[in-house]
């Protein structure tokens, strides 16, 4: 086997599709650097052919996500035209704008789940996610929020980016949304790019520090009240994996390669599609109003950095790795922020271990 | 004013610059091809007064970084994958790219050099710098500074690398010693919330294989809760398996055990096969963002 994201049959399992970059948060890790509206957002005519084309293209599910999503008035109405074609359709929102009326519009708009950004506790919270115009604490936002989303009937997750700042705060943030009766929580690591580059003090962790890291998530996943979600940037292949990585059908898994242009694709807020959210500017592969999405996701050679991958062009620790193969060097875009290539990434556990 | 406390590899700066002169290079372009197309342009526009100014601008932005560090750090210590070339051969080549004694001159040295340098040793030559003042954080190969280059940090040229090319994601069956003998009974911890039978198969098999405790207290919770088809049809595979095979059994139902659902029927023969060959819980394919994994 040289590349098994070659071998398996394309799909869109999830798309990411960010409506905007219009945000009332500035937050320290935001990869878009997002807060102003850009003036080149698909207009609601076009999000809603987007979203047709979502659907025609077999997308099963969609995250809504930003910016702030919920600034941008018409996403109720691309929620109902994806959830009504059985698309299964997830928000996800710092919490600032969901009240119950809010959330009564999501459920009317068959969203099926909705999910707060949560970055640790009240004063970490409020120092990474800024608020623009001194908004009261946003961790009482979210809080509320998740509390709201809990009593209703969608289902409720939290997503976390794990920092130097947050990582002493993981076991009250674990009761913490244990207590919210958050059923989900995804948790992945701050990436180096955006605004996280700008920052003058140490925000990321350390590669030395996974092994706790993931030693930790697999005590929180044991308990078994809180289901743990760890994104791909968090891996890969040390003992704690196979519980830490749980497939859909609720078995063990473990890391099997970035599959971004392959089971995945994000959509930007100005058309650019790419094969996953995290991917930097370059790795857009077409835009919707150039050329109808279907026909961006039908051309798999878009998504070569996957779909004709190759062994020989890893570099560093990766190249060495005795699961090389599958692994891909893990998250491309951990690996293409952290060392200029997607062909080596020092964030793997397997590594620190060795 | 501070600077960032994140640096960005020599490699980042210099696709940088290439894209911004226009060089078509793709996000997925390996290191070899990006120093390879920097020489490209070295040699192409060597007489080219416009393409000098932003080279001098990238060197210059290297070179301050060098000179003063600050607190700023690559995000990992191996960031830098210029940092795994072979400095040996770099060295090699770079004597072998200078010209002739008395042909140098004082100035102009980069556009004397640079176009007759290989690609790799474009790359050593910008690490060399960058590693000079320990800006490459606190990687343990960039110890690149002072030694001329005699000392080799590419730990990737060993036979290691032939002999992991076969490797698979099977367990190694040497890892596991199951002899199925009686076990000392002495409440090792891993056990203490155990409630299999202490004499039973299945209990044996945990308890004297070579799996760490981790596993053991794990498959111990899954084989607590089989249902009496699982739990004849595992002991039948235990007690008659060879050891190899058990290994990869119990490698199986580690990843198999927490919440499957092939738990919800009964054991059927054809389980036994699809356990040994680990392919019973074959596994659904991650993805990024958002999701239930029942959604």
């Known amino acids: 086997m040289t ?51 979502l659907v025609d293209a077999g997308a099963r599910r969609v995250s809504l996500s930003g910016g702030e999503p919920l600034l941008r008035k018409d996403w109720p109405e691309l929620c109902q035209h994806l959830a009504r074609a059985g698309v299964w359709v997830s928000i996800v929102t710092n919490g600032l704008l969901l009240d119950a009326e809010t959330l009564s519009r999501a459920v009317a708009a068959g969203a099926q789940a909705v999910t707060v ?130 497939n859909r059908d609720g078995r063990r898994s473990f890391w099997m390669g970035c599959m971004a242009g392959c089971l995945g694709v994000a959509i930007a ?11 930097p500017q370059e790795f857009v592969v077409g835009n919707v109003r150039n050329e109808p999405f279907g026909a961006i996701w039908a051309d798999a050679s878009r998504f070569a950095y996957n779909t004709e991958w190759r062994e020989e062009l890893l570099e560093g620790g990766c190249a060495q790795c005795d699961f090389r193969r599958i692994c891909r060097a893990g998250c491309t875009a951990m690996a293409y922020a952290l060392t200029g290539t997607i062909y080596d990434n020092p964030f793997c556990l397997q590594r620190v271990r060795s | 004013m501070s600077r960032p406390a994140l640096a960005l590899t020599i490699t980042h700066r210099v696709r940088a610059f290439l894209r911004s002169q226009g060089a078509t290079l793709r996000p997925w372009t390996g290191l070899d091809d990006t120093y390879a197309e920097l020489h490209r342009l070295l040699s192409e526009r060597r007489d080219d007064t416009a393409f000098w100014g932003p080279l001098r601008e990238l060197l210059a932005d290297i070179l301050t970084r060098v000179s003063s560090p600050g607190t700023t750090s690559l995000p990992a210590p191996q960031a830098e994958l210029l940092a795994s070339w072979d400095v040996d051969q770099l060295v090699r080549d770079l004597r072998a790219a200078l010209p002739e004694a008395g042909e140098a001159t004082a100035s102009g040295l980069i556009e004397r050099f640079a176009p007759q340098a290989s690609a790799p040793v474009l790359g050593g030559f910008l690490l060399l710098g960058w590693f000079a003042s320990g800006c490459g954080g606190t990687a343990s190969s960039g110890d690149a500074s002072g030694t ?22 099977t367990v190694d069956a040497a890892a596991v010693d199951v002899t199925l003998t009686p076990v000392d009974t002495g409440a090792p911890e891993w056990d203490r919330d155990c409630t299999l039978d202490r004499s039973s198969v299945l209990y044996r098999a945990i308890a ?36 190899e095979e058990v290994a990869a059994a119990l490698y199986e139902m580690e990843d198999c055990c927490w919440g499957s659902p092939a738990f919800s029927g009964d054991y059927q023969e054809a389980y036994r096969e699809q356990l040994l060959d680990g392919t019973l819980c074959y596994m659904a394919l991650p993805y990024r963002g958002v999701s239930f994994p029942d959604s």
Request: proline share 6%; glycine share 6%; net charge negative.
């Open chain 1, 3 to 53: 590349n098994f994201a070659a071998q398996i049959r394309r799909s869109i399992q999830h798309c990411v599709w960010d409506l905007t970059t219009a945000c009332n948060l500035r937050c320290l890790h935001c990869e878009l650097e997002a807060g102003r509206r850009d003036p080149a957002e698909l207009s609601p005519a076009e999000a809603l052919v987007v979203a047709h084309d």
């Open chain 1, 117 to 246: 950004s949560l970055d640790g506790l009240r004063e970490i919270h409020d120092r990474i996610r800024v608020s623009p115009n001194g908004a009261p604490s946003r961790f009482d936002s979210a809080v509320r929020a998740l509390q709201l989303v809990a009593a209703s009937p969608l289902r409720t997750s939290a997503i976390t980016h794990i920092n130097r700042w947050n990582l002493p705060q993981l076991d009250e943030l674990y009761e913490l949304v244990e207590t919210l009766g958050v059923e989900l929580w995804q948790v992945q690591l701050a990436f180096p790019f955006g605004r996280v580059l700008a920052l003058r003090e140490p925000y990321l962790i350390d590669p030395s520090e996974l092994p706790d890291l993931a030693a930790k998530l697999a005590r929180f996943q044991q308990k078994g009240r809180v289901r743990i979600a760890p994104a791909d940037s968090i891996g890969y292949y040390d003992r704690h994996e196979p519980l830490l990585r749980i």
């Open chain 1, 269 to 279: 807020s100005n058309g650019d599609v790419k094969g996953c959210p995290a991917l």
């Open chain 2, 148 to 169: 001329g280059g005699t000392t080799s940090v590419d730990a990737g040229t060993d036979a290691s690398v032939d002999a992991a090319a076969d490797a698979t994601l």
């Open chain 2, 208 to 243: 004297s294989s070579t799996v760490d405790d981790f596993a053991r207290s794990d498959l111990c919770s899954c084989f607590s809760t089989l249902d009496p088809s699982w739990n004849a049809g595992l002991t039948e595979l235990f007690a008659t398996a060879t050891p």
